[in-house]
């Protein structure tokens, strides 16, 4: 059952990037740019309504407190790889961000004794690997933009720290309050992301009354709101049932593959050499962390 979890929690994350490739409207330094950015989370947290319409009945301030930190982490872990990825090659930017899951295994490793193998090293290096092969196989010639590594690692750091705050919250007696914990956590990014919005409205942009009329970008934001709602959830919920060496890189992985099987099926993207390697050696990732 929770393979199967986990299989569906990685397709919800492949929507969102789907959707996320037309729903960025504006620069970081845009007005637009935050509405979008709120309009995603309101999605996000109107499809965890619907999973649990009592989620706040008992509501703990411990859920409460770790919603806000990973609300806060979560704003600025999307904002920061928004940056880096407008000024940096994305297979790059991709491959940095990627690594988060890293971060999460070695916690689950230290403060969670879990198991340390040989096949967990080997699937480790192998999802490196994997990961790496495929951000350095694009077309040659490609140059990486000045300006991105600094807000890339922010962002990687982010993603890092939310994956222990995941399995942390799903290891304690309030494990129960999933969906609480993330809709708090999505209501202030979209806070956050609307008063970001303000600011440059009203201080960089100095428009006082601007008519909102919803765009195609809206809409793709909405959608990949949904999606990275119910791929938090699922993730959040098997943090805590399945070892951090097993869930994170697994479904890092799983969203690589998911996005070349999809370039070659809606895009008709050819895949390289590189792109072929790299896809053997996620299979062969996912084999060495399921033993």
Known sequence: MNIFLLIISICMGTGRSLFSKKMSSGTHKEKRFYINQAIFFLAGAAILFLFNWNAFEKVTFFTVWYGVVYGILVFFAQWCYTVALSRGTTSICVMIYSMAFIISSIAGVLF????????????????????????????????????????????????GITGILQKTHQSSPDKENLQAFLIVAFLLAAVL?????????????????????????NVCSVCAGACFGMASML???????????????TYNVGLMMMSLIFGLIIFKEKPNKGQLVSFGLGIATILALSF
Do not use: H
């Open 193 to 217: 992301a609307f008063s970001f919005a303000f600011f440059y409205g009203r201080l960089v942009e100095k428009q006082t009354k601007e008519k909102f009329v919803w765009s195609r970008a």
């Open 235 to 249: 993730n959040t919920l098997l943090a805590g049932r399945l070892p951090s060496t097993l869930i994170f890189p």
């Open 112 to 159: 969670w004794d879990e198991p340390f193998k040989i096949l967990t090293a080997l699937g480790l290096v192998l999802a490196i690997s994997a990961v790496a092969t495929s951000a350095f196989s694009g077309d040659r010639g490609q140059k990486s933009g000045k300006g991105f590594l600094i807000p890339n690692l922010i962002a990687m750091l982010c993603g």
